[in-house]
């Protein structure tokens, strides 16, 4: 039989510890402590969800631009319903005001504040002639979901998720620096894109604040 240290003792009563008993209650509670001082906020996981099927969606953040010709930002906001049809909205000193982009299955339109709506075929091609730096709205549909747009890539990489980090395609350089999970997805929340022209490289950052599907 073990030894005992007595703790309390009265007229009536004595309270004894067991010591080996204290020693495993010490030992446990080191072992929970430490546990808890290791965990770290975990990454972004797998989708649950492929995000392919993610079609509609809207999104508020930010637009940056380095061109020969411009240099600055806008808010934007992107509501998407289903391919073709979405509306781009910047506000701001690159957007000088506000400028709407707007896609539909008859083509692409530009408002740029009072100046008459454009018409094109190509979203990049009306940006560029109108804003003076391409907006490649058409890949940027799969890119803002973190998917490679149809068509050839090169220079893909993916994380340890499966997330993608880098990529090559349409003449753009792109890198994928954020994450979050939203609902049953994992998506983008920064995208670095660029691109040279014969005029000179383009930049273009979207940092997305807010996604609401």
Known sequence: MYPTNEIFQGAHCRLT?????????????????????TQTP?????????????????????????SPNDNGSANLTWLQQSEPNYRIHLSGPLGAGATVISGTPA??????????????????QLTALTLGWPLPVEEMFYWVRGLPAPGQTSGEQRDAQGLLQTLQQAGWQLNFSGYQNVGAYVLPTRIKAETRQAAGPVKVTLVIKEWLL
Not at 17 to 37: G, I, K
Not at 107 to 124: C, E, F, M, Q
């Open 17 to 37: 510890v067991n010591p080996p008993t204290m020693r495993l209650a010490f030992l446990c509670l080191v072992a929970l402590l430490s546990a808890c001082a």
């Open 42 to 66: 975990q990454p972004p996981v797998a989708a649950e969800q492929p995000v392919m099927q993610l079609q509609q969606w809207t999104i508020k953040g930010k637009l940056g631009v380095r």
């Open 107 to 124: 083509g692409v339109s530009l408002k740029r504040g009072d100046d008459p709506t454009t018409h094109a075929t190509s979203p990049s």
